[in-house]
Structure formats: structure tokens, C-alpha cells
């Protein structure tokens, strides 16, 4: 347990739902991250939020919506999403929006998304 | 661009025996920082080990330990004495200094034989 929860674990939605991944972190971290994993390809940063503000958007479909009302909470809000956005959605936190090479990601178990 | 390429998709090794996974990079940068990281079926991403560019001597944690060959980029994994609970996907990871991005290979899936 890094201290970093997601839920939930699995969703299955259709093209038409509207649904939110949540992340919490319990670290007193400033910075949370979404990362999308797909199969066969490398994690892709989607979102970084430093102290409640976004810092990066990886030029990220508006059909995902992110939202960090405070430190500790992250949400990915998803709206008529497309079977290939199907993969393992990933938080991470880290203690400041700046990485190095002590300053390292805490991830979570991720949510696995299907898009029917 | 950075780019990370790990070429071995799948591997496997004997219990108590030692595996090398490979792993390299495309920058033009010179000050960065290289990472492995393992990911269990539980789907928790691990830091496995990490090391400085700037650092010539190879970081080694444990059972893990690293070739880092800057001028070839390269920062292979070698894991020692395995044991089951090493089975997992394992990802090697470039950053920049400074910066929020960390880049991901795409993989190697390591499978653990009792």
C-alpha cells in the first residue's frame, strides 16, 4: 500500500455514460498526476496538478475532464468516451510538482476502463 | 523527444538465477534521471531503483542493480537470486531534471519459474 487509493477498481461504461475515476492520497503530497496505460504502449501523462492547479494537460481529448478540488483528491471526470480509450487509468502523487531523483511517484492500483 | 525502448517483451528466468533486462533512451539532454520501475498483478507501480546520469557508478539496491552505459544509453536491470514474488511487468522510466514527466518503455513482462 503506497498510500495512494483509487476507485474503483473496474468500470464498464457505454459511449453514452457519464462516469468518475476517483484518487485520494493520504502522503500530504502537492502534486497528483493521471496517467493512461494502455497495452503494449508506454504510460502516457495525462494531467498534473501542483497545490490544486494544472500544470499539464498532454493535449488530452476534452472528453476527459480532470478535477482536484484539494491536495488530497483526484477526479478524472469521462463523458462519451470511445472504445479506444479503454485501458488501466493510473494516480500518482508525488511531494512537489517538481520530480527528481529523490523525489519519487507514489502510484495507485489503478482503474481498469472498458468502453463498451 | 525522449524516448525509452525496451526490446524484450516477455522474458523468464529460474528461480535462483539472474535475469538482465535491457532498456534504452533517446535525449539530447545531459542532466536526467533513469528509473525501473515493477508493476505486480495488484497493478501498483513500484520503484524499483533509480539513478543519476550524472553519477558514473551503478546504483544497486538489494538484489537489483544497474549497467549504465551513458554514452551507448543504455540502463540495462539486472535482478540476482529471483524469487516468485519478482514476477511482474517491469518498466524502465527517463526524466528530465526539473521536470513533471516522466517517460515509460513499454515494457517487460517477467515471469519467476519455481
Known amino acids: 500500500e503506497t498510500g495512494v487509493t483509487q476507485t474503483p477498481r473496474h468500470l464498464v461504461m457505454g459511449m453514452t455514460n457519464k462516469k468518475s475515476l476517483k484518487c485520494e492520497q493520504h502522503?500530504?503530497?502537492?502534486?497528483m498526476y493521471w496517467y493512461k496505460q494502455s497495452a503494449k504502449k508506454p504510460l502516457e501523462l495525462m494531467f498534473v496538478?501542483?497545490?490544486?492547479?494544472?500544470?499539464e494537460n498532454n493535449s488530452v481529448p476534452s472528453r476527459f475532464s480532470p478535477e482536484c478540488p484539494n491536495s488530497s483528491h483526484l477526479f478524472l471526470h469521462l463523458h462519451t468516451l470511445q472504445p479506444e480509450d479503454s485501458a488501466l487509468y493510473l494516480c500518482?502523487?508525488?511531494?512537489?510538482?517538481?520530480?527528481?531523483?529523490?523525489?519519487?511517484?507514489?502510484f495507485g492500483s489503478g482503474t481498469q476502463l472498458s468502453v463498451l | 523527444a525522449q524516448t525509452v525502448t525496451q526490446s524484450q517483451p516477455e522474458m523468464s528466468v529460474q528461480e535462483a538465477e539472474t535475469v538482465t533486462l535491457s532498456c534504452t533512451y533517446d535525449?539530447?539532454?545531459?542532466?536526467?534521471?533513469l528509473f525501473w520501475y515493477k508493476q505486480p498483478p495488484s497493478r501498483q507501480m513500484i520503484l524499483v531503483i533509480r539513478?543519476?546520469?550524472?553519477?558514473?557508478q551503478n546504483a544497486t539496491e538489494n538484489r537489483f542493480s544497474v549497467n549504465f552505459q551513458k554514452a551507448a544509453k543504455s540502463f540495462s536491470l539486472k535482478i540476482s537470486d529471483s524469487q516468485l514474488g519478482d514476477t511482474a511487468m517491469y518498466f524502465c522510466?527517463?526524466?528530465?531534471?526539473?521536470?513533471?514527466?516522466?517517460?515509460f518503455g513499454t515494457g517487460t513482462r517477467l515471469t519467476v519459474i519455481p
Open positions: 496538478y501542483n497545490f490544486k492547479e494544472q500544470t
Open positions: 522510466a527517463f526524466m528530465v531534471a526539473g521536470a513533471n514527466n516522466l517517460f
Open positions: 535525449t539530447s539532454e545531459n542532466n536526467y534521471y
Open positions: 500518482a502523487s508525488s511531494r512537489e510538482g517538481q520530480l527528481s531523483v529523490d523525489e519519487k511517484l507514489f
Open positions: 539513478q543519476e546520469a550524472y553519477k558514473q
Open positions: 502522503l500530504g503530497h502537492n502534486a
